[in-house]
């Protein structure tokens, strides 16, 4: 399984930007695609974005033309841009991986997960 730790969140007025970062690790040696989760208080888990090996990508409508999802294959990496952000947007964020050998009928179907990290954006 892969190993999955986040970094960036932090606490950010609405406007403002923050940029999260993932980075992967393990036995495994082909992750075919990365992606980001988040659980807003009181919600359920919501799929914000994620990216296949090849550059596919999808977006949620809610954060269409606001995020950026990139991804680095050689370091194993996933990266979350976040601009304009709206207190709508705190949650906590969870970097997702799937490994080649996993069988994904839709974007939604990631076998591992981080263990999250905090956004809060403020009004």
Not at 11 to 33: M, P, W, Y
Not at 50 to 69: E, Q
Request: overall charge neutral; some cysteine; proline content about 2%.
């Amino acid at each position: 399984q892969v190993q999955l730790v986040e970094s960036g969140g932090g606490l950010v007025q609405a406007g403002g930007s923050l940029r999260l970062s993932c980075a992967a690790s393990g036995d495994t040696i082909c992750i075919s695609a990365m992606g980001w989760y988040r659980q807003a208080p009181g919600k359920g888990r919501e799929l914000v974005t994620a990216i296949t090996s090849g550059g596919s990508t999808y977006y949620a409508d809610s954060v269409k033309g606001r995020f950026t999802i990139s991804r680095d294959n050689a370091k194993k990496q996933v990266y979350l841009q976040m601009n304009s952000l709206k207190p709508e947007d705190t949650a906590v964020y969870y970097c997702n991986a799937r490994e080649c050998s996993e069988v994904a009928t839709s974007w939604l179907d990631f076998g591992s997960w981080g263990q999250g990290t905090q956004v809060t954006v403020s009004s």
